[in-house]
């Protein structure tokens, strides 16, 4: 069983910057896929961005294009940690933002949802305009 918390989110004005974090436990995270979802009200849970581990120093990422050149995953394996650094942030943003996990499929970053086993219990993202 894989546990996941979140924390970082918050309350910003458009233009600013947040920083998400998720600690991940219950497996080796060197294996594991990881994502960031969002979720705003009356919307489905869509994809952010994901990372998988490739080797020391490296990994594979994606992000979906809404966030393209605002936002940042990273991957800390020695902490067990996995961050989502937004910048540029707009009220379209405003969100619920989930972190995901999965058992890492080599070559290939995930964008769906459903493929995803493990779930955090989300932070509040709100951007004000």
């Known amino acids: 069983q894989v546990q996941l918390v979140e924390s970082g989110g918050g309350l910003v004005q458009a233009g600013g910057s947040l920083r998400l974090s998720c600690a991940a436990s219950?497996?080796?995270?060197?294996?594991?896929?990881m994502g960031w979802f969002r979720q705003a009200p009356g919307k489905e849970r869509e994809f952010v961005a994901g990372?998988?581990?490739?080797?020391?120093?490296?990994?594979?990422?994606t992000y979906a294009d809404s966030v393209k050149g605002r936002f940042a995953i990273s991957r800390d394996n020695a902490k067990n940690m996995v961050y989502l650094q937004m910048n540029s942030l707009k009220p379209e943003d405003t969100a619920v933002y989930y972190c995901?996990?999965?058992?890492?499929?080599?070559?290939?970053?995930?964008?769906?949802?459903?493929?995803?086993?493990?779930w955090g219990q989300g932070t509040q993202v709100t951007v004000s305009a």
């Open positions: 995901a996990a999965k058992v890492r499929t080599i070559g290939v970053v995930s964008r769906d949802r459903d493929e995803y086993d493990y």
């Open positions: 990372s998988s581990w490739i080797s020391w120093g490296a990994s594979m990422t």
């Open positions: 219950g497996r080796p995270f060197s294996s594991t896929d």
